[in-house]
């Protein structure tokens, strides 16, 4: 991959980590606030703010994942290993590159994880 283009994917990388930083203090900031006036709720104010932290929770593991493989995208980028598949070891196709920038295995490789015929290494 030429500099240029790997200086393209690292931009749009760290405006994504940046992005995912920021909504994952929001969402862990909203899942920590206290619930106001818990005794006066009623059963289902109560069942309804659980269940909304429960999804807050969710979302906030979501995005922690989410901002794991960016990372590891990034540090790809700077070992001179980003675009090339962990499994098979070729080149990741441009076009799954520019959909899913912190993909680590190629179309086939990915295939074959989800059909279980191979084990992922990440």
């Given amino acids: 991959m030429d500099k240029k283009t790997l200086d393209q994917f690292r931009i749009l990388l760290e405006a ?10 929001r969402t862990e900031k909203d899942g920590r606030a206290p619930e106001e006036d818990f005794a006066a709720q009623d059963i289902a104010d109560r069942a309804a703010n ?11 593991r979501a995005e922690r994942q989410m901002l794991n493989q960016v990372e ?7 070992e001179g290993s980003f675009g090339v598949c962990i499994t098979c070891e070729n080149d990741i196709n441009p076009k799954r590159m520019e959909a899913v920038p912190w993909a680590v295995h190629c179309v086939g490789c990915q295939g074959k994880i989800e059909q279980g015929l191979i084990e992922a290494d990440a």
């Fill in 16 to 25: 994504r980590r940046n992005a995912l930083r920021e909504a994952l203090a």
């Fill in 50 to 60: 659980s269940s909304q932290k429960e999804l807050l929770f969710a979302q906030s």
């Fill in 72 to 78: 590891s995208a990034l540090s790809r980028v700077r």
